[in-house]
């Protein structure tokens, strides 16, 4: 089953959405063994509904889950792996930030029998919305930046390389499940590396996955609003157009739209999901800067490959705030898109979506 037909300049999320308040007030229950089974399924269903309901409100075209059962975009992923000793964060006092995080140690081969729940994730999706959607997972190089060098492994490249193979079952998976948009998402830590690296470890990941697209968000940071890294892109190209993937979703609006222009300066044939929502910025962007944002992205890429996204996941930012900045998402797109269109207001022209490898376009 294919995705229904979008819109021109789709418009999608990233991942993560904002947390309810009651969910944060749960969080501190559940740490404390204060629910049972029951009463956490009921709490995390009752929280995808709540992102799903407000992206759908919106009118956003291709929703997620706001990534909710997983109580943290990494953390949450780390109960399924088996092989890992946690350890104590390095720092405990002050403002919450990267070095306050729990970190691993391997203790053996890393392993993940059970997956890595995102299977529950598709199968409430898929009964909860008549919205197409995407699946999202941290990449292999996300994951090990947690993870310290030690056991059997000499670095963290290492560990990566034996988290790529675990991802891809879990995509093969998802794919066979009947996901039909999955994405991965590295963080700017793991651009250290020699970018063909890179490449070959999400080709790894996605290696055998047959979908209709393959995302790969490459993300600045956006703990407590602190980056991790040179905010550019630019070290990336060429080498990462040569991935598999289908579209690279990047942050532009936190930049002021720098290095939109990269997709002309080296003929990069991927789509684009452009960043226009500043989540690094408490304020809420009209839809007319939203639009001349698109126009930006538009002077140097083709509408048909342009999709339109926030910079990243939305879990950094209260409800009211994330929602009302999906809306001026939506709106100011709107406006892109009737000029595009040259229709009246309101009414957009559609393109089909692309046929998955291996498929026929009427399945």
Known sequence: M?????????????????????????????????????????????AVETAIRDQERAGVDLISDGEMRRQGFIVSIFKYFRGLRPLEPRRKVGVLAYDGHVLYEPVERISAPDGLGTLKELDYLRQATTRPFKITLPGPLTLATQIRKGGPYRDRLEVAADLAPILNQELRTLAARGARNLQLDDVYQSFLMEPKRLVELYDRCFEGVAVERRFWHICFGTLEGFGFGERSYRPLFPAIASACADQLVLEFANREMAESGLW???????????????????????????????????????????????DCGLARLPRYLAFAKLQALVAGTGQVRYELAGTEPGRTFFRPPPVAPGTSSDT
């Open 264 to 310: 002309r300066e080296f003929d990069c044939s991927k789509e684009l999901g452009a960043g226009v929502l500043d989540l690094k910025n408490f304020y809420v962007e009209s839809a007319e800067l939203v639009a001349r944002r698109i126009r930006r992205v538009l002077e140097t890429v083709p509408a048909e490959r342009v999709w339109i996204n926030p």
């Open 2 to 46: 294919t995705t229904p037909s979008l819109p021109i300049l789709p418009t999608t999320v990233v991942g993560s959405y904002a947390i309810p308040a009651w969910l944060w007030a749960a969080y501190e229950k559940i740490e404390a063994g204060g629910f049972g089974a029951m009463d956490l399924a009921e709490t995390e269903n009752d």
